[in-house]
T-cell receptor, first 116, second 110 residues
Framework: NAGVTQTPKFQVLKTGQSMTLQCAQDMNHNSMYWYRQDPGMGLRLIYYSASEGTTDKGEVPNGYNVSRLNKREFSLRLESAAPSQTSVYFC???????????????FGEGSRLTVL | RKEVEQDPGPFNVPEGATVAFNCTYS??????FFWYRQDCRKEPKLLMS???SGNEDGRFTAQLNRASQYISLLIRDSKLSDSATYLC???????????FGAGTRLFVKA
């Protein structure tokens, strides 16, 4: 049972390059999230998807796009990477509001992105 | 101002000590609250949910004060293995967004 799987785990980009971070969960969760984590800033929500077919902006959406490809997969795209996007990116999932639950988030292991 | 704020620490305590973390949230509509633990270079994992009546799990006690809009985490009899970053989180109405504080680092020394 893999839980939440993110790829790639490490990536180095040059300014202006594009890339997509992939995320998949095998827990049949409804909701999925992308966070970034920077020193002293904690986890900041980029985008989330409450359920398949919907996506919404979080705290820091500028410079990113997302796609909820199906119930399992939620990708994050950087169209034109900037040094300010150097960060650790975490994908997470939760059962969502459709069921009674605590709202616990299950995280992937993270993707370390460096933009030069 | 962040929606969820907590003292970044670090807290340096000896084994066996009791340590308390506080966290404040600004969105009065927040409905669910959590403490997560994050080890160095690892992903966050749920430590415990926080209920209005307060809840305890072994050496850990969480409290919620809605009137003052803060949550707390108390760790009794600290162990070396408790060394980590503790993140508080609030989940609001519309329910899907979980917002995290910046985290509080704890170092437990022998």
């Amino acid at each position: 049972n893999a839980g939440v799987t993110q790829t790639p785990k490490f990536q180095v980009l040059k300014t202006g390059q594009s890339m997509t971070l992939q995320c998949a969960q095998d827990m049949n969760h409804n909701s999925m999230y992308w966070y970034r984590q920077d020193p002293g800033m904690g986890l900041r929500l980029i985008y989330y998807s409450a359920s398949e077919g919907t996506t919404d902006k979080g705290e820091v959406p500028n410079g990113y796009n997302v796609s909820r490809l199906n119930k399992r997969e939620f990708s994050l795209r950087l169209e034109s990477a900037a040094p300010s996007q150097t960060s650790v990116y975490f994908c997470a999932s939760s059962e969502g509001e459709l069921t009674l639950n605590t709202g616990e988030l299950f995280f992937g292991e993270g993707s370390r992105l460096t933009v030069l | 101002r962040k929606e969820v704020e907590q003292d970044p620490g670090p807290f340096n305590v000896p084994e066996g000590a009791t340590v308390a973390f506080n966290c404040t949230y600004s969105n009065s509509a927040s409905q669910s609250f959590f403490w997560y633990r994050q080890d160095c270079r690892k992903e966050p994992k749920l430590l415990m949910s926080v209920y209005s009546s307060g809840n305890e799990d072994g050496r850990f006690t969480a409290q919620l004060n809605r009137a003052s809009q803060y949550i707390s985490l108390l760790i009794r009899d600290s162990k070396l293995s408790d060394s980590a970053t503790y993140l508080c989180a609030a989940k609001g109405t519309g329910g899907f967004k979980t917002i995290f504080g910046a985290g509080t680092r704890l170092f437990v020394k022998a």
